[in-house]
């Protein structure tokens, strides 16, 4: 008997991990237009858009992901395969900035690469209650 998230949980989840990977990818801030840089657009000599090109997520969210994802292991099979590179980015940005959980964290690609897997698979991930015993 296949068990899965409820849609609800699956769709936090989801968003919890596409929020994180948004903020923890660089981005330039200036604008390209065919080759040339310009700055970014202001709104009454304001930046827009230079929160996100700038921000890293801090440690506390990382963790808060990292619980929301484990939470999901009994109904998502192969789920615990896919969180390791992110508590180890979580625990080597402790460990820098001397367990001070408000300050940033920068994620590796392997943990990128595993936020990207919870955003492509949360939602169709499922798990069995019962396993047979081998043949």
Known sequence: MPITLTPE????????C??????SQPRSQGFSLEG???APPTFKG???????????PSIRELARVIGKIVSCFPRVCFGPLYYRS???DKIT???LNRWDFDKK????PQAQEELSWWV???TSSHSVLTRDKPT
């Open 105 to 108: 964290a920068t994620l590796s």
């Open 120 to 122: 492509n698979n949360v």
């Open 86 to 88: 992110l508590e180890q």
């Open 36 to 38: 040339r840089s310009r």
């Open 46 to 56: 304001k930046a827009l858009g230079t929160r996100l090109s700038t921000s890293l």
């Open 93 to 95: 940005a402790l460990q």
């Open 9 to 16: 949980k699956a769709v936090k989840l989801k968003v919890a």
């Open 18 to 23: 596409q929020h994180l990977l948004s903020t």
